[in-house]
Structure formats: structure tokens, C-alpha cells
T-cell receptor, first 115, second 117 residues
């Protein structure tokens, strides 16, 4: 099976712009989670989608949003970019269809730089 | 709220030797999962080992084993016969499988491990 893919791998934006990142999960996986990784804050959970519904959300401002399509692909959007949004954004997919643990498989990440 | 603490920002070990990475966590729950993830310089996060809290037996995966002390809320990772390919950031993570926490892994800040030839 192909792994989790994320596009683009690298992105440079300026303050005030918006950005959309994409994540394609492993075939058959219905859950997609997003994480932000920065040197200062480490890895922080953004949100999780399952069957096109946001099931859980981390403590991030409303500028961060996401969605999931019927094929389980997911996008996250950040509007009005700030310098502090510079980070590696990781997406992870799992089969999860109930309240239990299913291993999350991570993508390579999208490195976002805000100038 | 759950927290995960890794007190060793950086560690180094000689090739073929053994190293132990520390992790402590805080939770009032009794049913949870703990993990060690490895993130090599290429950035792809890989699951190394997992432990279910209800299992008393420590998990083992080849050269990787854990020392799970539930009462002390401690979860250390031992890497035996260290190899150059073990060089990476190692993250300890916590997962609560209920209560609206789906998909939410809570990570420690990580330990950067360097294996030296």
C-alpha cells in the first residue's frame, strides 16, 4: 500500500496570505489527523476528521480549518498567515471507525515558511 | 488534561551500546495507550513501540523495549545494540481512546538521539 502523502512538501508564503495543505491517507483509512510541529511548542494536535466530519479539535484559533472529502483525502487551510504559523504540518491517517486505538501512520509533512 | 514530559532534550550513545530514553506522563485515567515514535532527519514519523496501560507486561519490538511503571507514570524506552540508523528524534506520546479524544496523540517535546560510530 502507498503511504500517506502530503502536498506540497514545501511552501513559502507572506504574512496575511492564506494557504491550503493537502493530505491523502492510506487506502482504506477513514481517519485523518493534523499536527503542527514547531521547535518551541513541539507537536500539537490541530484536528481530526472521520468520514467527512470533524471529530476532535485542538486548541488553535479559528484561522485554522480543515475538511475531509468522501474519498478520505483531507485539506487544512490557514487564513491570514502569521509568522508564528511557520511550522512543519504533519498529517496522519488511521483506519479508526470506533473508540479505540488504531495506529496512526504519518506523512512526510509540509514545511510552511511565513515571511 | 494529560501531559507528557521528556526530560532529556539530547542524548548520544556509541554504536552497539544500550541507551535509555525517559518519559513521564500525567493522567487521572486508567485506560490509555503509550507510544514511542521515531522521527529521522527525513521527517517521516514512525511508530517504534506501543504499550496498552491495562497490560502489565512490558512491550518489546526487536532491539526496542519499554519499562512501563504505571503507578509512577513512567514509560522509558531502551534501545539495545544501537545502530547508526537509530539516530533520530524520539517522541513519547499518550493516547486516550475515549471521551472525544479520537485522533489526538499528545506528544512530549522529544529527545534527540545521536548514535556515534
Amino acid at each position: 500500500k502507498a503511504g500517506v502523502t502530503q502536498t506540497p512538501r514545501y511552501l513559502i508564503k507572506t504574512r496575511g496570505q492564506q494557504v491550503t495543505l493537502s493530505c491523502s491517507p492510506i487506502s482504506g483509512h477513514r481517519s485523518v489527523s493534523w499536527y503542527q510541529q514547531t521547535p518551541g511548542q513541539g507537536l500539537q494536535f490541530l484536528f481530526e476528521y472521520f468520514s467527512e466530519t470533524q471529530r476532535n479539535k485542538g486548541n488553535f484559533p479559528g484561522r485554522f480549518s480543515g475538511r475531509q472529502f468522501s474519498n478520505s483525502r483531507s485539506e487544512m487551510n490557514v487564513s491570514t498567515l502569521e509568522l508564528g504559523d511557520s511550522a512543519l504540518y504533519l498529517c496522519a491517517s488511521s483506519f479508526s471507525d470506533r473508540v479505540a486505538y488504531n495506529e496512526q501512520f504519518f506523512g512526510p509533512g509540509t514545511r510552511l515558511t511565513v515571511l | 488534561a494529560q501531559t507528557v514530559t521528556q526530560s532529556q532534550p539530547e542524548m548520544s550513545v556509541q554504536e552497539a551500546e544500550t541507551v535509555t530514553l525517559s518519559c513521564t506522563y500525567d493522567t487521572s485515567e486508567s485506560n490509555y495507550y503509550l507510544f514511542w515514535y521515531k522521527q529521522p532527519p527525513s521527517r517521516q514519523m514512525i511508530l517504534v513501540i506501543r504499550q496498552e496501560a491495562y497490560k502489565q507486561q512490558n512491550a518489546t519490538e526487536n532491539r526496542f523495549s519499554v519499562n512501563f511503571q504505571k503507578a509512577a507514570k513512567s514509560f522509558s524506552l531502551k534501545i539495545s545494540d544501537s545502530q547508526l540508523g537509530d539516530t533520530a528524534m524520539y517522541f513519547c506520546a499518550f493516547f486516550l481512546p475515549y471521551g472525544g479524544s479520537q485522533g489526538n496523540l499528545i506528544f512530549g517535546k522529544g529527545t534527540k538521539l545521536s548514535v556515534k560510530p
